[in-house]
């Protein structure tokens, strides 16, 4: 008796199947979270001790630089920035090389490949956790209570997670056919830290370059989230810019990995 294995070639059973394999994503997810703790020195230690070493250095530069003043203590200030850029920043590295990592299973049996890039950024949400405990005890340090606006901190959980995706769908794919993109990826991580409002504010940027600065999508994810934890008036503009690009890239990385799914297998 010979059995054949079958994908689901209708986007509606893709997603059904999406929906069946679930398990292995919580699998994989699982797995990759394993295996970046164990058997390491410091383990959960690195995750606080990384961006706290990056808030001493931004808070640094700010009062070298006489940064504009905030109503809120620059640590707390930039932790609050710092945070939704590092899970983007983690989730989109680790997604970009999820399928060249997985190269054994895509060969061997079929299950939706999206699944793979989801489960390496559904990981980077432990490091975020793991984060959001540091900025907690630093609210707790300056006697900072939330806003009521933190009921929509999970809205930019989302959307930072979406970016991620769709950024991170797009990549991997390139990733498997052209291996330039290893190489590539870091550097453009690198650079998003230096055009993101991390150190600074949208506030210190001068007016008539606000409307290009807010292209990037990460500005409006971190106006959203100050504006979440601290209270601060956000930038209205800057927050419905990066969810309607947020929306694009994420259709667009879907459109891109769809397209060129079947041929992992052969090219990986």
């Known amino acids: 008796m010979r059995v054949v294995i079958e994908p689901g070639l209708a986007s509606a059973n893709y997603w059904r199947d999406l929906w069946r394999y679930r398990e292995l994503l919580y699998f994989l997810a699982w797995r ?22 990056t808030l001493a250095a931004f808070v640094a530069f700010r009062r070298l630089v006489g940064a504009g003043r905030s109503d809120a203590p620059e640590p707390v200030l930039v ?7 590092q899970f983007f920043s983690s989730a989109l590295l680790e997604a970009s090389n999820s399928l060249i990592g997985n ?10 490949r999206l699944i793979i890039p989801l489960a390496a950024v559904t990981t980077a949400l432990a490091d975020f956790a793991i984060t959001l405990v540091l900025l907690g005890v ?19 959980i989302l959307e930072a997670f979406a970016l991620a995706v769709g950024g991170g769908l797009w990549l991997a794919a390139l990733n498997v056919r052209y291996r330039d993109f290893r190489y590539i990826v870091p550097f453009v991580i690198q650079m998003s830290l230096f055009v993101s409002p991390i150190a600074f504010t949208i506030a210190d940027v001068p007016e008539r370059f606000r409307a290009i600065f807010a292209l990037n ?29 947020t929306v694009v890239v994420l259709a667009i990385g879907i459109y891109y990995f769809r397209g060129t799914e079947r041929s992992f297998a052969d090219v990986v």
């Open 32 to 53: 990759d979270l394993v295996v970046r703790y164990k058997q390491t020195v410091i383990g959960v230690v690195w995750a606080l001790l990384r961006p706290g070493l």
């Open 79 to 85: 932790m609050a920035a710092l945070l939704p850029w």
């Open 103 to 112: 190269a054994n299973l895509l060969s061997k049996v079929y299950f939706p």
């Open 138 to 156: 630093l609210m707790l340090v300056y006697a900072i209570a939330p806003s009521p606006a933190v009921l929509l901190m999970p809205v930019f």
């Open 217 to 245: 999508p990460l500005v409006g994810i971190i106006e959203g989230f100050r504006w979440a934890i601290l209270g601060v008036t956000p930038n209205v503009p800057a927050v419905v810019s990066s969810m309607v690009i």
